[in-house]
């Protein structure tokens, strides 16, 4: 089995930049559904107080779309579609990473302020994901040939 490898650039990441409104009281931004944010947002959650750490993830889904935003602190996702890995930052309210259906994810470096807010296209389904990583790896390939 050929190995996963880590590569910058390899357009796993993808952004959604979001206009900061407010005043010298300070920022908000806002979705617009099907404005700023091209897809059908069926559920909303957000992941927070995670322990030091501790890392989150570690699945795929076969069809879900998620826009995560760090609304407040850090952590660092990764992203793997079976071939390629590429990591980034979430760091910033203001950008939203797109994250699409059989593509495996891993949530590290949680900050303790942390705030991952998911904008997800789907209700929840724990059918849908995929949590065993030799199985995504077999699925994400085949789709491929
Ligand atoms: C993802 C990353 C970014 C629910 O009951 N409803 C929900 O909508 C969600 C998302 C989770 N849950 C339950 C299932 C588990 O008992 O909450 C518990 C924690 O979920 P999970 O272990 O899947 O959490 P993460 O942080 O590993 O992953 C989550 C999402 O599940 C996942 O879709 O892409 O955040």
């Known amino acids: 089995m050929s190995q996963v490898r880590l590569e910058r650039g390899a357009g796993l990441i993808k952004w959604y930049d979001f206009q900061a409104l407010g005043d010298e009281r300070g920022s ?12 059908d947002i069926k559920r909303v959650y957000y992941l927070y107080g995670t322990a030091l750490g ?11 779309t998620q826009l995560a935003i760090c609304v407040a602190g850090r952590c660092r996702m ?6 390629t890995r590429e ?4 760091d910033s309210p203001t950008k939203g990473l797109l994250i699409e259906k059989m593509i495996w994810r891993e949530m590290h470096d949680f ?4 705030v991952l807010l998911v904008l997800a ?12 990583y030799q199985k995504f790896l077999t699925e994400a390939r085949n789709a491929k040939k």
């Open 78 to 83: 990764v992203l793997d579609n079976g071939t």
């Open 28 to 39: 908000l931004v806002a979705f617009e559904l099907g404005q700023a944010i091209p897809l």
């Open 87 to 90: 990591e980034a930052w979430l």
């Open 121 to 132: 296209t789907e209700h929840y389904d724990e059918s849908d994901y995929i949590r065993d």
């Open 111 to 114: 900050s303790p302020d942390c």
């Open 54 to 64: 501790v890392s989150r993830g570690y699945h795929a889904h076969h069809n879900l």
